[in-house]
């Protein structure tokens, strides 16, 4: 089985700084992939960024990284420069190579208001 | 541009009621997915699909079922509705053949309230 943990339920963060939220992962598989999603009050889900396991190095894509420490078992998500539209829900969530492998196994999310 | 389209935003239904959640995908996406999302629980797998007819359980399938008659439709059907199923709905859809990487898409949500 596989478990996400985000242990943030909310986080401060003001504009232009930067902010890490966590994430730490169980499972046995060897091979996974690691996701972050980005929930808006609107409610649709974005895709962000993603990690796979045997990826050398850590996934950017614009302002978002994935600081990806495997032997601990965290896939924390960094923003650079917050801007007030980052304001909303973020998930983690992690896909395994056992079983069924298509589905996606979420966090419970970290609720991230950026300030003035 | 890819679309997951959830047939209803808003629903407010009474206890014992069928409820049907429809999505339908335009992306020819082999799975589709139902996950259930609550305050505090994150997002819950209900069932899934890999194919056309086929379904299998995910975490919280008690209480629902679901239909697949066609590659683009996926539908979650509550029987008997009751109060514990207030929730947003959020269905899903990825491809096959990535097994590890592909992202999966999501609808808008469907937000059911059950009184």
């Known amino acids: 089985a596989q478990k996400i943990t985000q242990t943030q339920p909310g986080m401060f963060v003001q504009e232009k700084e930067a902010v890490t939220l966590d994430c730490t992962y169980d499972?046995?598989?060897?091979?996974?992939?690691l996701f972050w999603y980005k929930q808006p009050s609107s409610g649709e889900m974005i895709f962000l960024i993603y990690q796979g396991s045997y990826d050398e190095q850590n996934a950017t894509e614009g302002r978002y990284s994935l600081n990806f420490q495997k032997a601990r078992k965290s896939a924390n998500l960094v923003i650079s420069a917050s801007q007030l539209g980052d304001s909303a829900m973020y998930f983690c969530?992690?896909?395994?190579?056992?079983?069924?492998?298509?589905?996606?196994?979420f966090g419970t999310g970290t609720r991230l208001q950026v300030t003035l | 541009d890819v679309k997951v389209t959830q047939s209803s935003r808003y629903l407010v239904k009474r206890t014992g009621e069928k409820v049907f959640l429809e999505c339908v995908q335009d992306m020819d996406h082999e799975n589709m997915f139902w996950y259930r999302q609550d305050p505090g629980l994150g997002l819950r797998l209900i069932y899934f699909?890999?194919?056309?007819?086929?379904?299998e359980k995910g975490d919280i399938p008690e209480g629902y079922s679901v239909s697949r008659e066609k590659k683009e439709r996926f539908s979650l059907i509550l029987e008997s509705a009751s109060t514990n199923q207030t929730s947003m709905y959020l269905c899903a859809s990825s491809l096959a053949g990535k097994l590890i990487t592909g992202e999966l898409f999501f609808g808008e949500g469907s937000r059911l309230t059950v009184l």
């Open positions: 699909s890999y194919d056309v007819k086929m379904k």
């Open positions: 969530a992690m896909r395994g190579h056992t079983g069924t492998a298509s589905k996606l196994t």
């Open positions: 499972t046995s598989d060897q091979s996974y992939g």
